[in-house]
């Protein structure tokens, strides 16, 4: 039994799909339980700050896993699953501005020491990386979306026969000529 067939919605028969999947586990189960284990690993740490952190990206996973889930369900070049795509960048850069503590400058004490990152660079690339993603989508809507596709009929010399047509649908066609 696959892992498809044991998570359905037996209303709709729908499948919850690999992004949802992908994103359940990384937007929501692995920093949850990376902090949560922080938390109690590290208890001399500000727990104030680290549950702030985990209360902002705990529903922006969420939303992400939404997004993620309707995004699967339109094809490419379609103009719901490009502002799906974009909206998805822009959380990604909320959840990852939620994740690194929501400021630009993160203070800390542990024991004696106290230290300061500042996030700066990081914030930098991570805008870098989101303008590259939504380059790609928009180049991937203007691709898939100006295109219209015609069907059009086999002529007879381009019809595949009978013994050629192998089961896995693949059709082998020979002209000959």
Same mark, same amino acid.
């Given at each position: 039994?696959?892992?498809?067939?044991?998570?359905?919605?037996?209303? *709709?028969?729908?499948?919850?799909?690999? /992004?949802?999947?992908?994103? #359940?586990?990384?937007?929501?189960?692995?920093?949850?339980?990376?902090? #949560?284990?922080?938390?109690?690993?590290?208890?001399?740490?500000?727990?104030? &700050? #680290?549950?702030?952190?985990?209360?902002?990206?705990?529903?922006?996973?969420?939303?992400?896993?939404?997004?993620? $889930? @309707? $995004?699967?369900?339109?094809? /490419?070049?379609? &103009?719901?699953?490009?502002? %799906?795509?974009?909206?998805?960048?822009?959380?990604?850069?909320?959840?990852? @501005?939620? #994740?690194?503590?929501? +400021?630009?400058?993160?203070? +800390?004490?542990?024991?004696?020491?106290?230290?300061?990152?500042?996030?700066?660079?990081?914030?930098?690339?991570? @805008? @870098?990386? *989101?303008?590259?993603?939504? %380059?790609?989508?928009?180049?991937?809507? &203007?691709?898939?979306?100006?295109?219209?596709?015609?069907?059009?009929?086999?002529?007879?010399?381009?019809?595949?026969?009978?013994?050629?047509?192998?089961?896995?649908?693949?059709?082998?066609?020979?002209? +000959?000529?």
């Amino acid at each position: 039994m696959s892992l498809h067939s044991r998570i359905s919605t037996s209303t *709709t028969g729908r499948r919850i799909s690999n /992004k949802a999947i992908f994103a #359940l586990v990384f937007y929501l189960i692995l920093p949850t339980f990376a902090i #949560l284990m922080i938390i109690f690993t590290y208890p001399e740490l500000d727990r104030d &700050r #680290l549950f702030g952190i985990l209360s902002r990206i705990i529903p922006i996973s969420f939303v992400l896993i939404v997004i993620s $889930q @309707f $995004q699967v369900r339109y094809e /490419k070049g379609s &103009r719901g699953r490009f502002v %799906l795509n974009e909206l998805y960048v822009v959380t990604v850069v909320f959840w990852l @501005f939620a #994740l690194l503590g929501g +400021q630009p400058v993160i203070h +800390q004490t542990w024991e004696e020491y106290q230290f300061s990152l500042y996030i700066w660079n990081y914030l930098a690339l991570i @805008f @870098f990386v *989101t303008g590259m993603n939504i %380059l790609y989508y928009v180049l991937e809507y &203007r691709a898939y979306g100006n295109k219209e596709v015609v069907v059009e009929p086999l002529s007879e010399e381009e019809k595949p026969m009978d013994d050629e047509v192998k089961p896995k649908g693949v059709i082998i066609t020979t002209v +000959q000529g």
